[in-house]
């Protein structure tokens, strides 16, 4: 099965080379070509534009930053995939644009298969991410060896849809945690305690989260890089609270979360690190928050 892979960015980037990786036919596009590297290097074939990747292969995979890239993209490749090909998307995208951009893909005869995974890019480098399918079960079961190639762990969430909340949840918690667990390192720090000890008690303990484990190293060997960007943080942060009303559900911590994020942003630019959030406290208390002995990247 040959896919064509359109996206490669800190995710994308290495979801597609474990393809290359597993044997399947690949071929790549991105804005920057020089992302492609890694790919071409593992034998996938270069396509110039998406319209000249998608006639040239069985299946294609997105991973773009927002819905409007995603339009654009579609916009290019409907007209050039085979009837009966699937388009399957991994952005993080709204249920809304999912029914709706399976809505233009049938209408040119092609099925959509939404995708979004959770657990980082150091673990999409290894293969481990976790991948949230939503959509019909016979495309779940046809693509399932790509799947399984990208990531070790697969939810099938249910009909399209179902895995754009699902994955909105994720997130959500994700920066819930990463800002209890800036605070509470934060505490440590003015409290007088090692951070190296603090970590490591908190990691062992009731209040221990993956994030803790893994951002919370960021902060404290001052990289704070993620490779997801505060821009990133708040268009998420948008559709969990967009669900929240949608749903009569009161999302208080996301509330709180989502300005926490609108001041790093004023504070730093929205491209910067989504742990960047640290740096508010950091800087509001001037108070650092390195200590020794933490890697400068997640591997």
């Not at 270069?46 to 292969?57: E, R, T, Y």
């Not at 697969?154 to 849809?161: A, D, E, R, Y």
Request: aromatic letters at 6%; glycine letters at 12%; one cysteine or more.
């Amino acid at each position: 099965m040959h896919y064509g892979y359109i996206g490669l960015g800190n995710l994308g980037g290495h979801c597609a080379a474990r393809l290359a990786q597993a044997g399947f036919g690949l071929s790549v596009h991105d804005l920057d070509r020089t992302q492609a590297a890694p790919c071409i290097a593992l034998g996938a074939a270069w396509a110039d534009s998406p319209a000249d990747l998608a006639g040239a292969v069985d299946h294609v995979i997105t991973c773009l930053p927002s819905p409007a890239v995603t339009a654009q993209v579609l916009d290019q490749i409907l007209t050039q995939m085979r009837p009966g090909a699937t388009w399957i998307e991994m952005s993080t995208l709204g249920r809304d644009d999912v029914l709706a951009f399976a809505e233009r893909a049938s209408a040119h005869g092609v099925r959509m298969l939404e995708l979004p995974v959770t657990g980082g890019v150091h673990l999409a480098a290894r293969g481990e991410i976790t991948m949230l399918p939503g959509g019909d079960v016979d495309l779940v079961e046809l693509h399932m060896p790509a799947l399984e190639a990208m990531g070790n762990r697969v939810f099938h969430i249910g009909p399209l849809g179902s895995a754009s909340i699902i994955k909105v949840i994720t997130n959500m918690l994700a920066f819930i945690h990463l800002k209890a667990s800036a605070e509470a390192l934060m505490l440590a720090k003015r409290g007088g305690l090692d951070l190296g000890q603090a970590w490591a008690a908190i990691q062992a303990s009731s209040g221990n989260s993956f994030v803790h484990e893994t951002e919370g190293a960021l902060i404290l060997n001052g990289s704070y890089d993620i490779g997801f960007n505060i821009d990133l943080a708040l268009k998420d942060l948008g559709f969990a609270l967009g669900f929240g009303r949608e749903f009569g559900v009161p999302l208080d911590l996301a509330s709180a979360t989502e300005q926490t994020y609108v001041a790093a942003r004023a504070a730093y630019g929205g491209s910067a690190e989504s742990p960047m959030i640290a740096r508010l406290l950091e800087d509001l208390l001037d108070t650092d928050l390195r200590a020794e002995g933490f890697p400068a990247r997640l591997e």
